[in-house]
Each structure stands twice: as C-alpha cells, then as structure tokens.
C-alpha cells in the first residue's frame, strides 16, 4: 500500500514509522532482524531502508602503489526491502539516491521494485562521495533529486529511458526529503523551499524531513510550505541524543542547531546512561507536541538501535 494511502486510512491518529541501515557488509541479515522485533508491536505501517553510495578506497599494491578500488560498505537495500515485506508484512521505502548511479542503473532498480511490489519510493541526491567536496553526479547520472523524480514520474507513465509508450507502467508513491532548518548548501530556507515546492508540483506525494530537535523550527518549516503551496503531508524525521559526543557531530553531520536546553541537560549528566535518559525524555516531550501538532507520522531514525525508539514509542503511543 502506498504511503499516502496508510495516513489517509489512519483518519488523522498519528502513526509510527523508523528507518534502518542495510548492515555493514558481513554483518548478515540476523543483525536487521534484531533492531526490527522490538518495535514491531507499535504497528509501523512501514519502515524506511537507506541506500548507501560506493565509495573508493585505497589499497597498497606490493610494488609500493596504490590501487583504487571501489567499494559497498552497506549494499542490499533492495533486497533487505523485499525481505523486510516479506517477514514481517509491512511495506518497505527503499531510499533511492542519484550519487554514484547511472540512469539506466536506476531504471533497473525500479524495475526491481516494480516486480517485488514495492511501491513506495524516497527519492534523494545523496551527499558527496566521501573523497570529494561537493556532489559530483555520476556521468549518465543525476545531478538532483528533482532529475532522479523525473525518472520515475516518466517510468509511472510507462517512459522507459529508451522506450516511449510502455504497456507496463509502474505505480510508485514517490517521497522527498526537505530540511527545516534548511538544506547545507541552499543560500537560504526560502531558495531550498521553492526547490522542494518544485518536486511536489512534479509529483512527489510526501515528504519527510531531515531530524530537528526544536518543534518550533519543524512548525515554522510546515506552516512555510503550506504558504507556498505545499500540501502534501510533512512527516517528521526524530532521533534522540544518545551520547554526549553527538552535541558536535550530530550538528557536522546533519548540519542542524541542538537547542541550548537540551545542550544544557545533556552537560548537566555525570555519565553517560543519564545523557541516554536525557535524550530520551527530550524526545518524549517532542514527540507528544508533535502528536498534538498533528502529525501524521512520527518516523524514528534508529540507525539500528532500536531501544531508544522503543522507549519512546512505548511513552506515547
Ligand atoms: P536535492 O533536492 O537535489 O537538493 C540538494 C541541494 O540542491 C539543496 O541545497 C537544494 O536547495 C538544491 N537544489 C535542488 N534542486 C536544485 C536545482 N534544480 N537547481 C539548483 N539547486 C537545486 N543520503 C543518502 O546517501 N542515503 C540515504 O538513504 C539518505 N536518506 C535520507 C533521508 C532523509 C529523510 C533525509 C532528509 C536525507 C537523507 N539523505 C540520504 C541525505 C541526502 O541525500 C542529503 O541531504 C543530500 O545532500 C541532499 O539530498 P536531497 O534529496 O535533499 O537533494
């Protein structure tokens, strides 16, 4: 079922959602498995899988030289969606990102999913490969997120790459990400929005955001979009502070702000097990706003560690 189609039948009750990395390559699917169980009993509709681009790396040849190689860390998010339906049967949202893929490799991919009957899709950029500054797009690949929407709208209407009129066409629900505190390299929050207005007049049915820990940017950021003609529903994306560590890296990886009440009782843990609780309460107290807010999914980025989430879960739903 599509993502639309579980919030519209949810009748305005809030659902609850988490997304997944596929495993460490070695580390096998036992691994997923245990960070989903635990949270199965608050119904998730679906569950997200990221996709991960190839990196390169640098192997010592033993003349002295080195070798680059390419190299998967976490492959198999396609088939971990299949497996996850499969299981446990709920719908999966495979991310799809245009870094390091050509088109027609994502044409394949879609075919994939088409045949699998996934029909949820989160259609994203990407970051940077990790050896170069900024987004270089893989040649006979896509530039932005908006390209990558642009396949599949076309693949919907049965446009192949190399096909024009198709008898088979897919089906998908297509997402997109958006940044309440606006995207790292957009000049402003005004700019990234109409880019994110653009996808939605394109076709993109939800969104989902990137985590915030301060409800009133998220509430600014929706009440923007609904001004600009952004009606589709705005999921939010929610991950507590587990560590003390994360207060610089969260900010470095994700580029957000941490509120200074929250920076403030994290200092005030002497260790580490009280950071963990102090995250966790500020996420219930997020959380139960954002239920009052009306939000149609509260969506937890687990990075495969489920107890915090379903600490939380258990709290409010
Ligand atoms: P875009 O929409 O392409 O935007 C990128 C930047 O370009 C923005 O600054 C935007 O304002 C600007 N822009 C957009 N369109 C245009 C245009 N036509 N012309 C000029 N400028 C434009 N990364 C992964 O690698 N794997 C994942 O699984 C993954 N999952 C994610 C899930 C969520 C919910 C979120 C929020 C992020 C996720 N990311 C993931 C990270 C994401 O790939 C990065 O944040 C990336 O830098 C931007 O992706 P995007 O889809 O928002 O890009």
């Given at each position: 079922m599509k993502i639309t189609q579980h919030i519209e039948h949810a009748k305005g009750k809030t659902l609850f959602s988490f997304e997944l990395l596929p495993?460490?390559?070695?580390?096998?699917i036992t691994h997923i498995y245990n960070a989903i169980d635990p949270l199965m009993e608050f119904n998730p509709p679906f569950i997200d899988v990221t996709s991960h681009r190839e990196e390169f790396i640098y192997k010592r040849l033993e003349n002295g030289l080195l070798e680059q190689v390419a190299y998967s860390k976490r492959p198999g998010t396609i088939a971990l969606c299949a497996a996850i339906s499969h299981r446990y049967k709920v719908d999966t949202v495979p991310h799809l990102i245009?870094?390091?893929?050509t088109r027609q490799e994502i044409e394949n991919m879609l075919i994939d999913l088409q045949f699998l009957g996934i029909d949820n899709v989160l259609v994203l950029r990407g970051?940077?490969?990790?050896?170069?500054?900024s987004f270089i797009p893989a040649e006979?690949?896509?530039?932005y997120a908006s390209e990558l929407l642009q396949q599949v709208i076309n693949l919907n209407k049965g446009r192949y790459l190399h096909e024009a009129h198709m008898p088979s066409k897919t089906d998908f629900c297509v997402g997109v990400a958006a940044y309440p505190e606006k995207?790292?390299?957009?000049?402003?929050l005004k700019t990234d929005l109409s880019y994110l207005k653009m996808k939605v007049d394109m076709g993109a049915e939800f969104i989902v955001t990137q985590m915030f820990f301060d409800n009133q940017r998220f509430f600014n950021f929706v009440r923007l979009c609904r001004e600009s003609g952004i009606h589709v529903p705005i999921i939010p994306g929610l991950k507590p502070i587990t560590?003390?560590?994360?207060?610089?890296s969260i900010p470095k990886t994700f580029h957000i702000d941490l509120p200074e009440d929250l920076c403030d009782a994290v200092k005030a843990c002497s260790n580490e097990k009280d950071v963990k609780e102090a995250g966790i309460e500020w996420m219930i107290h997020q959380c139960r706003e954002l239920l009052a807010f009306g939000v149609p999914v509260l969506h937890f980025y687990t990075m495969g560690n489920p107890e915090p989430t379903r600490r939380i879960a258990s709290a409010i739903f």
């Open positions: 495993p460490v390559k070695g580390q096998g245009c870094g390091g893929a970051d940077a490969a990790k050896a170069d500054s006979g690949g896509h530039a995207h790292f390299e957009s000049p402003n560590s003390s560590r994360q207060l610089t």
